[in-house]
């Protein structure tokens, strides 16, 4: 019965949160991964992206609130997604034709690419902030639990009860729903095809009749649905603060270049590593300890390695020790 409620412990507050956080975190490294795939360079501008997404999406779902429509036990906001894919590609195609283009044409080294995205990152956190505001907003409505920790005590008899919010169940359906489109287009569709032979072999591509204007604007519009669904998960899941997508940032490019920058299927995995390694540095084991060790060893303390506050941190040590001994990543992607 012990080891039944630590395993309860463990998936409740490890195992579950880790989950939804790395799906989020996978979508988030994929549209990472595809432009420094395509277009050759770190897009640091892609947390702040994922929060202007989500920004238009909230307004649209508290549109959609106000008019009294509501999409039953699921969020309101999965009927504002669309507003916000559509509202973010045209920003990031916007974005692309007046900045990036110029750079492109000249020739610019990635380097270069980089710090225009520094600066098209503050323009971006500026607006979200203009218009939203600098506060926490919760616009995650619906059913709130797929299962209560309360009905699984009833159900099982056990001390531990098991709760899981629908967002997360939301999350990784969405999560997997999307990954797999992803990839059935990228190795089934012809303009996948295209993208692909675009990022193996630019001149190659060209002279094969491939237009590299189009691949740039579909690489650019899924960059941004990708980011605006990574968002709008997270948000609903958690909550939505302008800044905390600034701060998003940094796992997940240590997620994307943990996989391999550049290789879609390591975005995915190192999304899950990152995850998984935060949530499990920064968890108090002392609840589930003390159900699989004797009363006479029961833990005092919290048995924390690090405080949660501390959490950016563990992704910063991961990506430090990646770039020493793997620079190209588990997946063996581009060397960064």
């Known amino acids: 019965m012990d080891f ?3 395993l309860i412990a463990f998936l409740n507050f490890v195992f579950v949160p880790g989950l939804a956080y790395g799906a989020q975190l996978a979508l ?3 549209g990472v991964t595809l432009i420094y795939g395509i277009l050759r360079f770190s897009n640091f501008a892609h947390g702040d992206t994922m929060a202007f997404g989500t920004m238009v999406t909230i307004y649209a779902t508290w549109g959609f609130q106000a008019m009294g429509i509501t999409f039953g036990v699921l969020p309101t906001a999965l009927l504002g997604l669309p507003f916000g894919i559509a509202a973010t590609a045209l920003l990031v195609l916007a974005t692309d034709w007046l900045i ?4 492109r044409k000249k020739k610019a080294v990635p380097t ?3 710090m225009v995205s520094l600066g098209v990152m503050f323009v971006m956190n500026g607006i979200v902030r203009l218009f939203i ?3 926490e ?3 995650a409505d619906g059913g709130r639990f797929l299962i209560s920790a309360g009905d699984f005590k009833a159900m099982t008899g056990l001390a531990e009860g098991l709760a899981i919010r629908s967002t997360q169940a939301i999350t990784v359906v969405v999560a997997v729903v999307v990954v797999a489109w992803l990839f059935w287009f990228l190795q089934k569709t012809r303009t996948g095809k295209s993208m692909r032979a675009f990022s193996d072999n630019e001149d190659l591509a060209l002279l094969s009749g491939i237009n590299p204007d189009r691949v740039v604007q579909v690489t650019w519009i899924i960059a941004a ?3 605006t669904i990574a968002g709008v998960l997270y948000g609903l899941d958690k909550s939505f603060k302008a800044f905390t997508y600034f701060q998003l940032l940094l796992p997940i490019f240590a997620a994307a270049i943990v996989g391999g920058l550049g290789n879609p299927l390591g975005a995915i995995a190192g999304g899950f590593v990152i995850a998984f390694s935060e949530v499990t540095v920064t968890y ?3 609840k589930v300890l003390t159900y699989v060790v004797p009363e006479s060893m029961a833990p005092d303390n919290l048995i924390q390695l690090m405080s949660t506050d501390y959490k950016l941190a563990v992704s910063f040590a991961i990506l430090i020790l990646v770039l020493l001994f793997m620079p190209t990543g588990l997946f063996k992607g581009k060397s960064v």
């Open 28 to 30: 988030g490294a994929l």
């Open 112 to 114: 270069i690419l980089v």
């Open 137 to 139: 907003q919760n616009f």
């Open 4 to 6: 039944l409620n630590a």
């Open 100 to 103: 990036y283009k110029f750079y």
């Open 133 to 135: 505001g600098v506060d």
């Open 225 to 227: 649905a990708l980011a």
């Open 284 to 286: 108090a084991w002392k």
